[in-house]
């Protein structure tokens, strides 16, 4: 076998010398968020990626006190993104303060005093831009205002160029409902931030740029910038994160989980943000597979990330069992400082028969604390038969004829063969149907020819094919009905299939006598518990204040969440964001906000994620919270999804794992679950009600699929949520060959599918969603529970258009669900 070595980065010899610590005061804080917020402070750091560095940062001389701090981000730093996934935990700690905190004397406060005048006179006009165009009396139109996100303007504010320490926090920020814009300000750096970033690098004699964003900006321009970090948005702990970075106290061990280049250099075969169709035409061709097989060259290439340190990997064994494939490296560190390396595995198919990408992600694993010196082995094993290929001709996963080209390195632009396995024909592994419709369109396929590979060194293995059973799906099974459900009344079955709701209430956000701030539950029929759901995926989302009355906890939060209503008028918040009445006593609850999707899969470390979901699921037991909305594992298929800061990445299999790992640390807990969303090809906010997602049957089970199915595989998942949109013309909650056929059958799922909350929208050619067809899809609950919704099933029912027994098969997973519930809190 021949061994092999990868340098990823040279440092500047210095010794470390470890700043003091830095400390947030938590006086008052209750003993449970101390707790969480001592794990959070652990293990946040590992969520930060290192993209340039020329050896100047940590801060090693600890007599430097002053810091030239600017940019948008240091006085208005982001813990997350805006919408239902907002988490409303104790108020954080700019990036100014932290730094002021820990004794450090910010230079610029009249620089960012001025700053603060220019933003809020900007925001002024804005708003009054944005609510010139709309009707203000229609709820939809104010719903319109949800997500939008005002770009960073041009100012002109005198500064200093020259001196020791400067620190520019480029902060961005985008939400649920509005997509980001391919503008300065947003995806674009405006000019203001453009200069002033370059003249801090040139006169500064220590210069860190520090991007505080949900998902990637396009840094053109900034080509002579030597140290950037990528702190992404972190929850409570941000701006302490930040600070102990460059002090040294800790350090950036995160890779990219999404490619982060030129915005031009992005694939634009496939439509985005069409409010009626949006054509998937790339295919499988999706984020590094694009780059990778169309040979696009990319700013900072997916599973990239630098450190304080240096390491070599060298590949110490490989070996073939049956389809399980090991590989087992040795990692050590080479430079001056700790740190942790990421082992990441691809495989290259031969293509025989189907087009396939260069590569793809099959496994990956960090490496514990390395100090200087030290060395461990790393192991990464996966399936074969996990990654096979769909033949949509056949309908069939196969493994095609060829050789395997087995990769390991530390990002997708800097691997190394490994191993090569060898098929000699063909195997079938597993034979479906196509069920999704067709697209109207054919995939693309990259036209490059690659350069051949000096392979004749690279151990070759030979896969057995007799090892591999061939599956074939049944897709027709028998549902025995409990007989307490046959025993209920027709308005009892249909009751437990539409979401908690008061017949007086008109707008759709439940008043459940439990939790202030949760999101809604299932009915209380036949004297069941009801499952109490509350937002995610940042945190467990709740209303922080709220007041009590006759019947019980009421939430201060409204109909919107607080930073959804930045853009609203005075008499918009008062009639959507209500205050307590007046002479109550105002109570308080607080969660933790723990970082943002996609800074959780920058970790590529699971046991965090399970870490980060067991301080979710401990507090959802003490807040009697049953269901958390949450996680969201939609794909980044383009940068400019709205909502992408909730999601973890462009590639399939770290979402689906790190979504497996935050689930077992949730259901640690009792009585506390997860619901995998959204449920699927969910991947754009524009018109995300009645905008079909247009994608091949390959493309929709290897890359949108894949996630959820990894997921479901490698835990216990007992709910998931349908997304809003529709696929290939369909309602994704309407169509029985998704959530049925493909979920319940070939996933072979068994918990409850709930839909997304529903409502009733006018802004496509596609009809909204019938709730009654729902039900005969197979769909669980349709939340988050109206009279409507009643009323449109049971008519159904008198139509003949459902039949009683499809309302019961729902209706019985519903019940058995909170059965549950019951069986656990007597035992």
């Known amino acids: 076998m021949k061994y092999f070595s990868i340098i990823i980065f040279a440092f500047i010899t210095v010794n470390l010398v470890l700043s003091k610590k830095c400390k947030v005061d938590t006086t008052g804080y209750q003993d449970y968020e101390k707790e969480h917020l001592s794990e959070l402070d652990e293990y946040s750091a590992e969520c930060t990626v290192l993209l340039r560095s020329n050896g100047d940062f940590p801060l090693t001389d600890d007599k430097v006190k002053d810091i030239y701090l600017y940019g948008n981000g240091a006085r208005n730093t982001l813990k997350g993104g805006t919408g239902s996934g907002d988490v409303v935990s104790r108020p954080l700690t700019t990036i100014e303060d932290a730094f002021t905190q820990c004794g450090y004397n910010i230079k610029t406060k009249d620089y960012l005093d001025k700053y ?92 860190l740029l520090v991007l505080n964003t949900g998902g990637p900006v396009d840094l053109s321009g900034l080509e002579d910038v030597k140290n950037i970090l990528l702190l992404s948005q972190l929850g409570f702990y941000t701006s302490k ?78 070996k073939l069992t049956k389809a399980k494939f090991e590989v087992v490296t040795t990692v050590k560190n080479i430079g001056k400082f700790k740190g942790k390396e990421v082992i990441e595995v691809y495989l290259s198919k031969p293509g025989t028969t189907i087009d396939e990408p260069y590569q793809i992600l099959v496994g990956f694993a960090k490496t514990k604390e390395l100090k200087p010196s030290r060395e461990s082995n790393v192991k990464v094993t996966f399936k074969l038969t996990d990654f096979a290929s769909y033949d949509t001709k056949t309908a069939t996963y196969i493994l095609d004829k060829g050789d395997y080209i087995v990769r390991v390195g530390n990002s997708s632009r800097n691997t190394k063969p490994c191993g090569i396995i060898n098929i000699a024909e063909r195997i079938n592994v597993r034979k479906v149907k196509n069920l999704i419709g067709k697209p109207g369109f054919e995939d693309y396929v990259p036209k490059v020819q690659r350069k051949a590979e000096d392979l004749s060194n690279v151990k070759k293995f030979t896969l057995n094919a007799s090892s591999i059973k061939k599956k074939t799906i049944k897709y027709d099974r028998d549902y025995d009905i409990p007989k307490e459900v046959k025993a209920l009344t027709e308005e009892e079955k249909i009751r437990l299939v539409v979401g908690y709701y008061d017949d007086n209430e008109i707008l759709p956000l439940p008043h459940v006598n439990t939790t202030a701030g949760k999101a809604g539950s299932t009915a209380n029929v036949a004297g069941l518990k009801r499952v109490v759901m509350a937002d995610g995926p940042a945190g467990l989302r709740l209303s922080r204040d709220y007041y009590l009355n006759e019947n019980g906890p009421q939430s201060t939060m409204g109909t919107f969440p607080p930073s959804a209503i930045e853009f609203f008028t ?24 723990i970082p943002i999707g996609t800074a959780l899969a920058q970790s590529w470390n699971r046991d965090l994620a399970e870490i980060l979901g067991d301080i979710v699921g401990a507090e959802m037991e003490m807040y009697d919270i049953n269901l958390w909305l949450a996680p969201a594992l939609n794909i980044h298929r383009s940068i400019l999804c709205g909502r992408n800061f909730e999601y973890y990445s462009e590639d399939p299999l770290i979402s689906g794992l790190i979504a497996a790992s935050i689930t077992d640390g949730v259901q640690s807990h009792h009585n506390t679950y997860v619901t995998l969303k959204h449920f699927l090809a969910n991947n754009q906010e524009t018109n995300r009600y009645l905008s079909s997602s247009n994608v091949s049957e390959r493309a929709f089970r290897e890359i949108y699929l894949k996630s959820f199915e990894t997921a479901i595989r490698e835990t216990d998942i007992k709910a998931v949520m349908t997304s809003y949109n529709l696929v290939n013309g369909v309602h994704v909650n309407e169509s029985k060959e998704i959530t049925y056929n493909i979920l319940r059958n070939e996933l072979e799922y068994d918990g409850i599918v709930m839909t997304d909350w529903l409502g009733t929208y006018s802004m496509s050619k596609y009809p909204n969603t019938e709730p009654y067809k729902v039900i005969k ?42 059965k549950e519930f019951e069986e656990k809190k007597k035992n």
Do not use: C
């Open 116 to 207: 603060d005048e220019i933003i809020a006179e900007a925001k002024e006009k804005y708003k009054k831009e944005l609510h010139a165009g709309i009707d203000t009396t229609s709820f939809m139109e104010v719903f319109a205002l949800l997500g939008k996100v005002m770009p960073e303007p041009d100012y002109d504010i005198p500064y200093v160029k020259e001196g020791e320490i400067a620190i520019y926090v480029l902060a961005r920020v985008s939400g649920e409902g509005n997509d980001r814009n391919a503008v300065k300000g947003d995806v674009y750096l405006s000019d203001t931030e453009k200069k002033i970033i370059n003249d801090l690098n040139k006169g500064f004699k220590k210069f």
């Open 241 to 318: 994160t930040l600070v102990d970075i460059v002090l040294g106290n800790k350090y950036p061990s995160g890779k990219l989980a999404t490619t982060w280049t030129k915005f031009e250099d992005y694939q634009t075969i496939g439509d985005f943000g069409d409010k009626d169709d949006t054509n998937y035409k790339e295919g499988v061709y999706v984020g590094y597979r694009y780059f990778d097989s169309a040979n696009v060259d990319v700013m900072f290439p997916f599973g990239f990330g630098l450190g304080y340190t240096t390491f070599s990997i060298n590949v110490k064994s490989v």
């Open 570 to 593: 005075d008499e918009l918040k008062a009639r959507y964001a209500p205050k307590a009445p007046e002479g109550v006593e105002l109570l308080h609850q607080y969660t933790t906000a």
């Open 777 to 818: 899809a197979t769909g669980d609950i349709l939340m988050s529970g109206k009279l409507d919704f009643f009323k449109n099933i049971q008519q159904a029912l008198k139509d003949k258009k459902i039949k009683i027994g499809e309302i019961e098969e729902s209706a019985s997973r519903i019940y058995e669900f909170a």
